[in-house]
């Protein structure tokens, strides 16, 4: 009777032990785990810091670029003032966004794009300006009326795109030789495509006939 009671209570040890084994082995793997578990959310907390660093930084830069055309945009209405009263130049400045809407007859004499002495002066002041820009995109467009190019221009400009293009890119190469930096500058031709005002008076169709001078940021995604 003894020497069943022992074998019983020798197979409960040894089941105990094999028990507290496996508990340890699965405690050491869970732990383990733990371990892995704990290293992958430093990582995500690491890379969530790195983020959150990284649109802060985004952020203060937007705000630095919305201040610099904020005070862009003063400089310039305080500049073109005269302009401005006359109608000859709009100036619009939305957040980060500036435009200054100038009416060709400012620059180009009809069917021309070749730069007028007052548009030049014109230019010159805004120029002095647009030196300072940094960050920002400058894009100067070029846009007609619906009227088509006379036969007597046919040969230099066969359409409202080309003579649009030739005036936006006269522009540009102006600024550049004034200072502004070449890097930010683009030229674009809209033609007839993009009027603000309807073609069937006169009035209308020059409020289309304009150069627009347009500051955006940089964009980040080429």
């Not at 869970?30 to 930084?57: G, P, R, S, T, Y």
């Not at 100036?91 to 030049?120: R, W, Y």
């Not at 500058?185 to 627009?212: C, H, M, Q, W």
Request: proline letters at 3%.
């Amino acid at each position: 009777m003894n020497a069943n009671i022992k074998s019983t209570l020798d197979t409960s040890r040894s089941q105990l032990t094999k028990d507290v084994v496996d508990l340890k082995n699965k405690l050491s793997e869970n732990a383990a785990k733990i371990k892995v578990l704990e290293e992958k959310l430093a990582a995500k907390n690491k890379e969530i810091a790195q983020l959150k660093a990284q649109a802060d930084q985004l952020a203060q830069e937007k705000e630095r670029a919305i201040a610099q055309v904020r005070g862009t945009y003063d400089s310039l209405v305080t500049e073109l003032k005269h302009e401005i009263k006359q109608g000859a130049i709009q100036i619009a400045h939305l957040k980060d966004k500036l435009t200054v809407n100038m009416v060709d007859k400012i620059l180009f004499d009809s069917g021309s794009a070749v730069i007028k002495k007052n548009g030049e002066k014109v230019l010159d002041r805004g120029a002095e300006i647009l030196k300072g820009i940094m960050k920002q995109q400058i894009k100067v467009e070029g846009h007609t009326d619906n009227v088509p190019i006379s036969s007597r221009l046919a040969e230099r400009f066969p359409s409202n795109w080309e003579l649009s293009t030739a005036r936006a890119t006269t522009v540009v190469r102006y600024l550049q030789e004034r200072g502004v930096n070449p890097g930010a500058l683009s030229a674009e031709g809209y033609a007839e495509f993009r009027p603000v005002a309807p073609n069937d008076t006169d009035e209308g169709k020059s409020a289309n006939r304009r150069i627009e001078i347009v500051l955006i940021p940089q964009e980040v995604n080429k």
